[in-house]
Every structure is written in structure tokens, then in C-alpha cells.
């Protein structure tokens, strides 16, 4: 088997496709190696702590990437309140980046999960509120 040939990807089937064509055409199925079926959860970053002062909102940044590639539409996020003392609002509690008010100070756990339709993952941030 030629080592030119081998193709590492999760896009495997159109991918192969493609790329036995500008290789000149695939020999036999042993010149491709197609990916497992595995399928990675997302990766979530709730982004970093943050220190605010009432009336003043928080601006929220999550990042999200996925196995080998970029988000696919299908995918749901969601903001939640983990723990506070208080009640929190979401601007959009389904994006990734949103911004959040708190009804009173004290500190608060705030958590985005992300899924792709199979597997979920999440992460925290502290929002410390001071009055």
C-alpha cells in the first residue's frame, strides 16, 4: 500500500471521494483509510471569570468546537444558573455569546452546554456580583 495514498479525515466519504480523483483514482479500497464512527462531544469554554458591579450586565463568551472541524447547524446550546443567590436573565439563553443581568450581588456559577444531536459537554464560569 502506498503511503501517498492514505487519507486521515472526518469528512470521510466525500472527502476520499475528492481526494482519490486528484490522486489519479484509488487503486483499491486498500489505498483509503476511513475514520471510526466515533463521534467526540463538543468542547465548551464558558470563557473567563468575571468581577461586575450592579446594575451593570455581563457579557458572556463561549466558545464551542466540535472533532475535526466546525460546528454543524443542529447543534443546541444552552446557558443555565448552576448556583446564586439571585435570580439570573439570559439576552439569548440558546447562543453561545449572550449577555446576562443578576437581581442581586453575590456569586454565581453560570454553565453552557453544547450538543450535537449525540454527545453534550459544558463548562462553568464565576460571576462575581457586587451591589
Not at 443581568?101 to 453552557?112: D, E, K, N, R
Amino acid at each position: 500500500m502506498r503511503s501517498d495514498r492514505l487519507i486521515h479525515t472526518p469528512w470521510a466519504v466525500l472527502t476520499t471521494m475528492a481526494a482519490c480523483l486528484a490522486l489519479g483514482g484509488c487503486e483499491d479500497m486498500t489505498d483509503v483509510i476511513f475514520p471510526s464512527n466515533s463521534n467526540a462531544a463538543p468542547t465548551v469554554d464558558a470563557g473567563p471569570d468575571q468581577v461586575i458591579t450592579l446594575p451593570a450586565t455581563a457579557p458572556l463568551d463561549g466558545t464551542v468546537t466540535r472533532d475535526g472541524g466546525p460546528v454543524l447547524a443542529g447543534w443546541t446550546y444552552t446557558w443555565t444558573k448552576v448556583s446564586g443567590p439571585g435570580m439570573v436573565s439570559f439576552a439569548d439563553p440558546n447562543a453561545v455569546d449572550t449577555v446576562v443581568s443578576f437581581s442581586a450581588p453575590g456569586t454565581y456559577v453560570l454553565q453552557l452546554t453544547a450538543t450535537d444531536g449525540r454527545q453534550s459537554a459544558s463548562d462553568q464560569v464565576t460571576i462575581t456580583v457586587q451591589g
